[in-house]
């Protein structure tokens, strides 16, 4: 199948292109570079051993899409290119409905101008807002928190309502947990400028001593240590996870939201405890007051997905720690 990836060359995006090729789809990356570099590309095609076409350009650019489209006879869509910091979406919300809701409709636009049906977007367990029970299945309500959140869902719901539309639309809502690590290479990989906001980079950067300590969001959540638990995925894993919903599209169509998750969930302290045998270094830690809006504990049900791709997470929380340390080492990619 010939696949484009919007976001082709950001963090997911690039995992998704390297686990496709592997399974003998041609990729085709189109980002316009505001969150990553066309170095990537190059450490692509070198991980993939193949050539990869990139396209610089915008979703929100229909016109530019249509034709990056039909030029290389795309047969499905990955949508990953958005912006997505929850904090920056508070700030700028803007920004994001823009980027995030206008940048869909506007692939929407093109797609349809080239009579395409299949689309996987990329979603997250965000669309639960708090949970209401735990392990969060699909049928669990829906309520964002955040700007960013409300723009996942507002196109959650927008891809619902083209599915109705149109009896032959072939559409997955992606809904992703806390993905973490790296291609086993060391090649690719998500290395945040500045302050890492997420925990495995800042987890990496203590290790490595670039910052001295882990500042630990709450110690006082009802969960078994008091520290906050996710649902950590490998990247890789939700990469495969990608390849298996579009062999899931060309059987079936409709509109459909998957978890992507590993159903289980660790502690940060426990992650920490992790990343330092996966290193062989020191983590220090300070408990620090609980951060505005997180919640105790978020885990997913994987059944679903399990069910109608046919795939479920099989990485380790230590592949996770170990390929996370190897990028820590390897050369700048960003
Ligand atoms: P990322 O920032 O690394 O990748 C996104 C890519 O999209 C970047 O390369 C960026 O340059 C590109 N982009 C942004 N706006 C664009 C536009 N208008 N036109 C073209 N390209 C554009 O982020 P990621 O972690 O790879 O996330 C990919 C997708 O997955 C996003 O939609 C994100 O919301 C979603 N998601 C990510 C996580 C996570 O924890 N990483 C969790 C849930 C959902
Ligand atoms: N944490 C710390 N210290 C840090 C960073 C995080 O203790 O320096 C804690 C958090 O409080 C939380 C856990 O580590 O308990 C995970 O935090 P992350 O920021 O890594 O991830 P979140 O679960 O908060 O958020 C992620 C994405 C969001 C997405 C959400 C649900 O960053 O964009 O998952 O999919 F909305």
Not at 8 to 30: D, K, N, P, R
Not at 40 to 48: G, P
Not at 188 to 214: D, H, W, Y
Request: proline share 4%; glycine share 8%.
């Amino acid at each position: 199948m010939n696949v484009l990836l919007t976001g082709g060359t950001g963090y997911i995006g690039s995992h998704a292109a390297v686990a496709l090729v592997e399974l003998g789809h041609q990729v085709v990356l189109y980002d316009n570079l505001t969150n990553s570099s066309e170095a990537v590309v190059e450490k692509l095609e070198q991980v993939a051993d193949q050539r990869m076409p990139f396209v610089k350009g915008d979703v929100r650019d229909t016109k530019f899409l249509i034709d990056a489209l039909g030029d290389y006879s795309i047969d499905a869509v990955i949508h990953l290119a958005g912006l997505k910091a929850v904090s920056d979406s508070i700030k700028k919300p803007v920004d994001y409905y823009a980027n995030n809701v206008q940048g869909t409709i506007s692939l929407l636009q093109a797609m349809r101008a080239q009579q395409l049906k299949t689309l996987v977007f990329s979603s997250s367990a965000t669309v639960y807002g708090h949970p209401r029970y735990l392990p969060l299945d699909e049928s669990h309500p829906t309520c964002a928190t955040n700007p960013y959140g409300r723009s996942k869902l507002q196109i959650e719901e927008m891809l619902r309502d083209v599915a109705a539309s149109d009896p032959q639309s072939r559409i997955v809502c992606l809904r992703y947990f806390n993905p973490v690590g790296a291609h086993e290479g060391g090649l690719i990989g998500e290395k945040p400028n500045g302050v890492p906001s997420n925990l495995m980079p800042f987890i990496a950067q203590v290790a490595a001593g670039k910052r001295t300590e882990l500042s630990v969001f709450g110690g006082d959540y009802p969960t078994p240590d008091g520290t906050g638990v996710r649902d950590y995925i490998h990247v890789m894993d939700l990469a495969e996870g990608h390849a298996a919903a579009l062999s899931f599209l060309s059987q079936n169509v409709g509109w459909h939201a998957i978890n992507l998750g590993k159903g289980k969930g660790y502690s940060v302290l426990e992650l920490v405890r992790v990343f330092e045998k996966a290193s062989g270094h020191q983590v220090p830690y300070t408990l620090v007051a609980r951060r505005a809006g997180d919640v105790a504990a978020c885990y997913s049900n994987p059944e679903k997905a399990f069910k109608l791709l046919n795939w479920a997470a099989k990485r380790t929380v230590e592949e996770m720690c170990a390929s996370t340390w190897r990028l820590q080492q390897s050369v700048e990619i960003k």
